[in-house]
């Protein structure tokens, strides 16, 4: 909305919220269909609608094709096309905040929905070997059986043993749920936490995680998940716009914002 104003565009962006509805997310068909109607440029869709979405669209861009998730839809004519733009928005927080980084090996925590995007997108962005963990072993080797079909030049593994897959990688991609303000706690042992491992987080509030504190105290290099948030917001807006964004506004928009609900969490500017 504040980057849609500063660019002049008259541009408004509404909550559909299923769950204050009596039929939930089985209202998504409907809800599609008079955004379409009403002229709406897209949705961007969210928890739990990423993969119930996809049998009511025309065409889904490679990533959502090869991640089976969409969170954007964009309304061109008749047609509806579906991407999702976590992944491109977590390859650009990479491509900013650590774009020197050795990334020949990475373990990924988390094997749900942000994890096969950001796992996805860190392939891409030339991890060699990727070793995938979840507290839920069947998840984990779920995520790994596509990811090693689709990168097949990589080595993608699941494994039960953080420490070991830990003591040999370059960085840690967090994507699970622990360490969001209403989950605290860390998700690997602090002890596994020592340079040169770069760890990344997913989770954006707090911007400061346990884990991403931890790993600054043990002298890690860190990465927020407060970028992929902005960046795949950003990448949203271009695609119902046709106009880039100013993503740096809409970054320091957002830090801004999230400092002054929890200024101890937020790096000052
Ligand atoms: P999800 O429910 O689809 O998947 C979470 C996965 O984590 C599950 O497979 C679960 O078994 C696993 N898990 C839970 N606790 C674990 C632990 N302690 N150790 C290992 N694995 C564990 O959820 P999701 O949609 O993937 O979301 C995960 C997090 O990512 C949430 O905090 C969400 O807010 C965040 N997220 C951030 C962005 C962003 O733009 N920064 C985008 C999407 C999601």
């Not at 962006?13 to 089985?26: F, H, K, N, R, V």
């Not at 961007?44 to 839809?73: F, G, H, M, R, W």
């Not at 008749?78 to 990479?94: P, S």
């Not at 990168?151 to 360490?179: K, Q, Y």
């Amino acid at each position: 909305m504040t980057e849609g104003t500063a660019l002049g565009l008259h541009y408004s962006y509404e909550l559909l919220d299923t769950d204050l509805l009596p039929e939930g997310a089985q209202a998504l068909p409907r809800l599609l269909a008079e955004a379409q109607r009403s002229g709406y440029a897209g949705l961007n869709i969210t928890y739990p609608c990423k993969q119930a979405v996809i049998p009511l669209l025309d065409t889904l861009s490679p990533e959502a094709d090869a991640l089976q998730s969409v969170n954007t839809v964009v309304f061109a004519g008749t047609q509806r096309i579906g991407y999702n733009t976590d992944c491109w928005g977590f390859a650009e927080n990479l491509r900013r905040g650590l774009a020197d980084a050795i990334r020949q090996r990475v373990v990924l925590v988390g094997a749900g929905g942000a994890g096969s995007a950001v796992g996805y997108a860190v392939l891409q962005w030339g991890a060699r070997t990727l070793q995938i963990h979840d507290l839920d072993p069947q998840r984990a080797l779920a995520l790994a059986a596509r990811l090693s079909t689709q990168f097949p030049n990589c080595g993608v593994t699941a494994t039960g043993d953080l420490e070991s897959a830990l003591a040999h990688a370059d960085g840690l991609i967090h994507a699970s749920p622990m360490g969001m303000a209403k989950l605290p706690g860390l998700p690997v042992p602090a002890q596994f936490l020592r340079p040169p491992l770069w760890v990344a987080d997913v989770v954006y509030v707090p911007l400061v995680t346990q884990l991403l504190a931890q790993a600054r105290a043990a002298g890690c290099r860190t990465l927020d998940g407060g970028g992929m948030a902005v960046f795949q917001a950003a990448k949203a807006f271009e695609l119902f716009t046709g106009i880039k964004p100013d993503a740096e506004r809409m970054l320091t928009g957002f830090n801004a914002r999230m400092r002054l609900n929890n200024p101890a969490a937020v790096p000052p500017p």
